[in-house]
C-alpha cells in the first residue's frame, strides 16, 4: 500500500469519523504487512530526505483507520527522555490497544497536536491522562504488551486510540477557552 501525504485520509472523508474494529489475533499475514508498512511510514516520515522524496509528513503515529482501513490498528514511534534525561525510543506496532487505567492527574502539548489527517492547524490544549495503562497486542515483540506510558507517549498513545473511535484531536479543544489553566497538569 503506498502512503503519503496523498493518500492519507484526511477529515474532510467522513470515513475518519467511523469506528475501527478489533482484528482476529493471531495476525493475519495481511494485518501484519499493514503494520509493517504503517510503521514504516512513520519511521521514514522523519528522515528529512525520505519524507521529501516520497511526499511523508512528519509522524509519531499512524492508525489504520487514516488509511481509510477500520481495523484497530496503529503504529507508534515517539523519542523521549527518561527520568534520568537519557535518550529514549519507544516503538510500538499495535493490534487492539486499548486503555485499562488512566491517571487522575492531566497532561497537555504546550504547543497543541498536530494529525495526519488533519490539514490545518487547530491551536488549543488537547486536555489528556498524564499516564495511561495501555494493554495490546504488539508484533514487535510478537506478544501481548503492557505499557505503562506518561507524558509524551501517554499523549500519542490516547491520539491514536482516539482515532479507533473517529475522534480528532480537535474535538477535545474548548474553542470558547482554548487554553485554560489546567490545576496540576503535566504541561509537556
Ligand atoms: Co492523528
Given at each position: 500500500m503506498l502512503i503519503n501525504n496523498d493518500t492519507i485520509v484526511k477529515?474532510?472523508?467522513?470515513?475518519?469519523?467511523e469506528k475501527s474494529l478489533p482484528v482476529a489475533l493471531p495476525l493475519s499475514e495481511e494485518d501484519k504487512q499493514l503494520l509493517r508498512e504503517m510503521y514504516q511510514y512513520v519511521h521514514d516520515s522523519t528522515d528529512p530526505e525520505l519524507s521529501e522524496k516520497y511526499n511523508l509528513r512528519p509522524a509519531v503515529g499512524i492508525s489504520a483507520i487514516q488509511l481509510g482501513?477500520?481495523?484497530q490498528l496503529t503504529a507508534v514511534i515517539v523519542h523521549d527522555v527518561d527520568k534520568d534525561k537519557n535518550d529514549i525510543t519507544y516503538e510500538y506496532m499495535l493490534a487492539n490497544p486499548r486503555i485499562v487505567s488512566s491517571s487522575v492527574q492531566r497532561a497537555y502539548l504546550e504547543g497543541g497536536e498536530g494529525c495526519l489527517s488533519v490539514k490545518e492547524d487547530h491551536s488549543g490544549y488537547v486536555v489528556r491522562a498524564a499516564r495511561v495503562k495501555v494493554k495490546g497486542y504488539d508484533l514487535i515483540t510478537d506478544s501481548e504488551i503492557t505499557i505503562r506510558a506518561r507524558g509524551y507517549l501517554a499523549i500519542v498513545l490516547q491520539h491514536e486510540l482516539d482515532h479507533f473511535s473517529g475522534?480528532?484531536?480537535?474535538?477535545?479543544?474548548?474553542?470558547?477557552?482554548?487554553?485554560p489553566e489546567i490545576k496540576d497538569a503535566l504541561v509537556i
Open positions: 477529515d474532510n472523508d467522513p470515513i475518519i469519523r482501513i477500520k481495523k475522534i480528532l484531536y480537535y474535538d477535545h479543544i474548548d474553542k470558547d477557552n482554548p487554553t
